[in-house]
């Protein structure tokens, strides 16, 4: 009986007389008949063991293939994983499943939840509820850490359980909401707009914009639209009027797959005579072209080209009249920067609330960056869906956090700006785990439009992460500013100490104590107790009000009762934060050398100590990174910096530590010369504290032999193709770094014999 009512429940829409994805009706459809209107969107969870689990996915295809009409798209985990998530962008079916019994991934939900058409179904595939969040498998543990029940899991079953329009599939019982809870009103489907191009009014008039804004040499566009607004069919239509004036159109996107749907807009509403041609895999960069050959004067072509082209960063190519950049939350803000820096009319187009990432934070800090004349649109109006979708509304609800419910008034906010609020500041310092769900929102709001590349997989992380805790500055019951904490190094690190040191382990996590480690090459530095600031954010209504410092403050004052010996961050580094993070007593220890593919920022390394042991760390990392900007005799530098140079080019030669890590002291060696003059005096000192210095100068020795290879050491960058040029023409053949490393390796070596 419950296999017949899931039957009926799960095809109610697609039988006669059933509104506009109306088949014919089934001998079996008893009472369906008398669905006579369309359905919102529908979720099922099919929960159990898994011979359950394996028969529902039987008899749910079973159903399916009684209606010939109906697509359906069926994912795991594994299907999901790396980009291949985003080859789900723009595609569309009526039922989709997702089985998470392996693995449960918030994006890898939302991912397939958005590629559910009007009155569609997405089903769940999960393990008993009640075990579910007992048997769950994260990639993301630290070192040490023990994760036995899922916090983010819990919350999402809870929401899943009180959703009134949820239906469940168990072995206990199936539980199937009335259909007529996912009608659709009159009103709603009369007003489903009729334009023949278009799909909304707000669509046509964006498209209007658009035009008009281009007619007059002048556009300057963003685009953003929560996924199924119709911004892909938007674009394919207005690159296809471009053609059609003779228009050159360049398109960039972060893969060719995520602008499919965009050119399948221009086959769709291709004239007669007219044709497409899609580029081929091996040549990535063909360009589409609109019309015959012998038209060619008449219509105009659009060119896919890759974000690192050098196509978007040159003003010299006057062939192409528009940039259009998509998703262009997933392409490095310095990178969208320079592309309209080089194009006189663009567009720019992102997805909002989207399982890709933080939509509104990547608006938030793009906006203030683009010249006034540019022109926002915005689409709000689901295509795909109805409106009041509630499986959209249950995501947006459960796993993203982009609205800001922190409620500040006006008066408070000019209060907290003239530092004369009499409001009291609340402070405290929790897990995850003892926040009201209140709280919650308010943080996860925070973080989201603060650091545009938060994913609804971070959450479940920050989370569920057994190594994390929250700090929450709150005013009036709102949460104006939070942080967000990892606990690092102590015991947790103590058996892969010296591996860490010299760069032969490198455990997951504990980013801040094992990069630590690895600069001052001391196995003891992996075992002091860190507090390391994962992420700071503070209400945009507020900043830089000297809020994020009062809570840094009061976080100083709870490590330090914790007894923790520092704390630290890394951070993308600018002028703006070098000062904020200084400013708060933090002392910056080192600046990466890679700039972060998303932000173009290289990582800065801040720390605050405490106790004496970490003062002492803080003091020696200061001098080794003073010392690479000393241009005095190496005979003159403090004994730290040169036994923390022996150690690390003794790692280096035995193979732990990569070429990278040692370039800047293999640079700075090959660019001094060691005096005779005597360091030490061996009747006061003992004679094996002259032994860095010693082992420094036979290497100097070895690389002064070899003129070509104090050359190549002697550059600012690690230039893996000049290294490997001049180590060749010298009669080394050497084909990449691996090789490269390893010759230079072998000829620093007898050094240290």
């Not at 082209?309 to 939350?329: C, G, P, R």
């Amino acid at each position: 009986m419950a296999l017949t009512q899931l039957r009926e429940w799960l095809l109610a829409p697609y039988f006669e007389n059933s509104g506009e994805n109306g088949c014919k009706k089934s001998s079996h459809a008893s009472h369906l008949s008398n669905v006579t209107y369309p359905l919102h969107r529908r979720m099922l969870v099919v929960s159990g063991n898994d011979d359950f689990c394996e028969a529902a996915i039987r008899n749910v295809q079973a159903f399916v293939d009684e209606v010939s009409s109906i697509s359906v798209a069926n994912f795991t985990g594994d299907t999901l994983k790396g980009k291949n998530r985003k080859q789900v962008l723009g595609s569309e079916c009526d039922i989709a499943t997702l089985d998470c019994r392996d693995s449960f991934k918030p994006g890898d939900v939302m991912a397939v939840a958005g590629i559910v058409k009007r009155s569609g179904c997405l089903i769940l595939i999960c393990p008993a509820l009640s075990e579910w969040v007992n048997n769950i498998s994260v990639s993301f543990l630290s070192e040490g850490f023990t994760l036995t029940q899922s916090r983010y899991l819990e919350r999402f079953i809870k929401h899943l359980r009180n959703n009134d329009y949820v239906a469940f599939h168990t072995e206990e019982k199936t539980t199937l909401p009335d259909t007529a809870m996912y009608r659709i009103s009159q009103g709603v489907t009369s007003n489903v707009y009729r334009g023949s191009l278009f799909k909304s009014e707000e669509q046509e008039q964006a498209y209007s914009r658009l035009y008009q804004a281009h007619s007059l040499n002048k556009l300057n566009a963003l685009i953003t639209a929560p996924r199924g607004r119709g911004k892909s069919s938007l674009l394919g239509i207005f690159i296809e009027s471009l053609i059609r004036q003779g228009k050159n159109v360049l398109l960039t996107s972060e893969r060719f797959d995520n602008v499919k749907n965009v050119l399948s807009r221009i086959h769709q509403y291709e004239i007669a005579g007219v044709r497409t041609q899609q580029p081929s895999t091996a040549n990535i960069q063909t360009q589409l072209i609109l019309g015959d050959k012998n038209e060619a004067a008449t219509f105009g072509s659009v060119k896919w080209v890759p974000p690192d082209s050098a196509l978007l960063y040159t003003t010299e190519d006057e062939k192409y009249d528009v940039v259009i950049v998509d998703e262009a939350a997933s392409i490095p803000l310095p990178d969208v920067y320079r592309i309209i820096a080089n194009h006189k009319q663009w567009v720019l187009s992102t997805t909002l609330l989207g399982y890709e990432g933080s939509g509104s934070g990547f608006i938030h800090k793009l906006i203030p960056s683009l010249p006034p004349s540019a022109i926002h649109l915005r689409l709000s109006t689901p295509l795909r869906w109805f409106e009041h979708d509630p499986v959209e509304a249950f995501f947006n609800n459960v796993c993203l956090f982009e609205d800001d419910k922190s409620c500040l008034t006006q008066g408070q906010i000019e209060a907290i700006s003239n530092d004369k609020t009499t409001e009291k500041y609340d402070f405290f310092i929790s897990t995850f785990a003892s926040l009201e769900e209140l709280e919650l929102q308010q943080i996860m709001s925070l973080l989201a439009l603060a650091h545009y590349q938060t994913t609804p997989d971070d959450f479940m992380r920050l989370m569920d992460s057994p190594d994390v805790l929250v700090a929450i500055l709150k005013l009036s019951g709102y949460v104006i500013a939070a942080a967000i904490i990892n606990i690092e190094g102590g015991e947790y690190l103590r058996d892969t100490a010296f591996g860490i040191a010299s760069g032969k382990r490198r455990p997951k996590g504990h980013l801040g104590a094992q990069r630590l480690t690895l600069l001052s090459a001391e196995a003891k530095v992996a075992t002091f107790k860190y507090w390391r600031i994962n992420r700071i954010a503070v209400n945009t209504k507020i900043q830089d009000k000297g809020i994020g410092s009062l809570l840094l403050k009061k976080v100083n004052k709870e490590a330090q009762k914790l007894s923790v010996d520092a704390i630290c961050t890394s951070y993308g580094t600018t002028q703006r934060l070098d000062n904020f993070w200084t400013r708060n007593g933090f002392e910056i220890v080192d600046y990466g050398r890679k700039p972060n593919k998303a932000s173009g920022e290289t990582s800065a390394l801040a720390v605050l100590p405490h106790t004496k042991k970490a003062k002492q760390l803080e003091s020696e990392l200061v001098a080794l990174n003073n010392s690479f900007k000393l241009k005095t005799s190496l005979e003159t530098y403090p004994d730290s910096v040169l036994t923390t140079y022996e150690i690390k080019l003794l790692h280096f030669t035995q193979g732990t530590r990569t070429l990278e890590d040692v370039w800047p002291i293999l640079r700075k060696i090959a660019g001094h010369e060691i005096t005779n003059q005597p360091r030490c005096d061996n009747s006061q000192i003992d004679k094996q504290s002259c032994t860095p210095l010693s082992t420094l100068k036979t290497m100097v020795e070895i690389i002064n032999a070899q003129y070509f290879l104090k050359e190549v050491l002697s550059h600012a960058d690690m230039d893996v193709k000049f290294i490997c040029n001049t180590l060749t023409n010298e009669g080394h053949k050497v084909s990449g770094l691996k090789e490269a490393t390893m010759w230079i390796r072998n000829a620093l070596r007898p050094a240290f014999d």
